[in-house]
């Protein structure tokens, strides 16, 4: 999937992820490729990627977006 995490200051990631594993007002989720439509609203938490080469990044959340497209694109907007 092809993945973008961006601050109001940066972009914290931004490239082809395997999974992103996330924190929701509805619960914890994990996003795989071709992942059914969603917007949803992040809670405090940390979020972990997975890259293509199967390394591990971890994110700070304290609130957020997250929008998942038709095309396999996933967008958070997180503070």
Do not use: R, W
Request: aromatic share 6%; with cysteine; glycine share 8%.
């Amino acid at each position: 999937m092809q993945l973008g995490v961006y601050s109001l200051e940066k972009v914290l990631f931004n490239g082809e992820a395997v999974s992103v594993n996330c924190q929701t007002t509805t619960g914890e989720i994990t996003v795989l490729d071709h992942h059914q439509p969603l917007i949803s609203v992040l809670k405090k938490g940390v979020m972990k990627i997975i890259d293509k080469e199967q390394k591990e990044h971890y994110v700070e959340v304290n609130s957020g977006f997250l929008n998942i497209t038709k095309g396999n694109q996933v967008k958070f907007l997180i503070e």
